[in-house]
Nanobody, 117 residues
């Protein structure tokens, strides 16, 4: 098992940047894949970005070129750098981890990101 705690959300103007953090309760080195989903009001949860233990990344088309997922193994943390934010990026962002690639996801509590002028 793993506990995940997100931080870094907030209110930002369009075009601004935020960095989300996801701190894990155990080493992330061997976790099969981790990443971020988001859920906007009235919409289904959608994948934002994911990275495998081997370093392969995948991004939603809507965030490619603007968001970057990274990790700090020493701190057991993953990050989502979000640049050129748009109002449509407004959502609750959830960090997740799939320890063994079996489709059993552990979730963080979520952090609100609001993009508005």
């Amino acid at each position: 098992q793993v506990q995940l705690v997100e931080s870094g959300g907030g209110l930002v103007q369009p075009g601004g940047s935020l960095r989300l953090s996801c701190a894990a309760s155990r080493s992330i080195f061997s976790i099969n894949h981790m990443g971020w989903y988001r859920q906007a009001p009235g919409k289904e949860r959608e994948l934002v970005a994911t990275v495998t233990s081997g370093g392969s990344t995948n991004y939603a088309d809507s965030v490619k070129g603007r968001f970057t997922i990274s990790r700090d193994i020493a701190k057991n943390a993953r990050y989502l750098q979000m640049n050129s934010l748009k109002p449509e990026d407004t959502a609750v962002y959830y960090c997740y981890a799939d320890l063994n690639g079996l489709g059993i996801y552990y979730w963080g509590q979520g952090t609100q990101v609001t993009v508005s002028s």
